[in-house]
């Protein structure tokens, strides 16, 4: 199964992807995941993309799309994948397609996470990210038995530096500028399956795994 996840940042694309991925046993590609670990490892790539992550404005195309086929041209991708984070944009959408193009392959399904502003900022202030595994907890709706540290792996949580106010609202507006194009884009391919994910996480995961039964 080939999906890609669309929604706002906060909308649970990261949650959902992880355990998706698991229980389909496929590939989770999750774009800043891979930038973060760039950047965190002082990386050319991560060096270059910290100061607009950051800012919570978007990486460069150009920098994106060498990451994105580099990942492509790994074997795990063959089993399936679950991409998180990208496209962002028109564009970004074309530049997937040249790349699947290139591999005899293409997208089953773009799944597309809606929910409103309120949720997301409540969701992001208080997202709380695994140093060691990625695990994501939050400080009310979903805290870590022990505080401060990731319940599967032992490490320590910390905030992500883009999960402030002001960078999430400017997030939310760069990801309004593009997304109707997008969402239009895979409408007219026929592939976009729109769901609320203002919900539990764990009723959108099903909601996710019934379409998918549908497609199989
Ligand atoms: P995310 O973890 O998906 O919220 O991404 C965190 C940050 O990484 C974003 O705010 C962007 O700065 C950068 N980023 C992730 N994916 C992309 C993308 N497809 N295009 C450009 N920048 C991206």
């Given at each position: 199964m080939r999906i890609i996840l669309l929604g706002p940042?906060?909308?649970g694309k990261g949650t959902q992807a992880k355990t998706l991925a698991e229980r389909l046993n496929v590939a989770h590609i999750s774009t800043g995941d891979i930038l973060r670990q760039n950047v965190k490892d002082g990386t050319a790539l991560g060096r270059q993309a910290k100061d607009f992550m950051e800012r919570g404005a978007l990486v460069p195309d150009e920098l994106m799309s060498k990451m994105l086929s580099d990942r492509f041209s790994?074997?795990?991708?063959e089993k399936g994948f679950i991409l998180d984070?990208?496209?962002?944009?028109l564009a970004q959408a074309k530049t997937l397609e040249e790349i699947f193009k290139q591999r005899n392959t293409d997208v089953d399904m773009v799944v597309y996470l809606d929910s409103s502003d309120k949720v997301i900022i409540q969701r992001l202030t208080g997202r709380l990210v695994c140093s060691g595994c990625g695990a994501n907890f939050h400080i009310t709706n979903m805290p870590p038995k022990e505080k401060g540290i990731c319940d599967k792996c032992g490490k320590p949580l910390f905030q992500r530096t883009d999960d402030k106010e002001e960078t999430i609202k400017k997030r939310l507006d760069v990801y309004k500028q593009e997304v109707s194009g997008l969402i239009k884009h895979y409408q007219d391919k026929k592939k976009l399956y729109s769901l609320d994910?203002?919900?539990e996480a764990g009723v959108v995961l099903e909601e996710i795994i019934a379409l998918t039964k549908k497609m199989a």
């Open positions: 940042p906060g909308a790994q074997p795990d991708i984070g990208y496209p962002r944009s994910a203002d919900g």
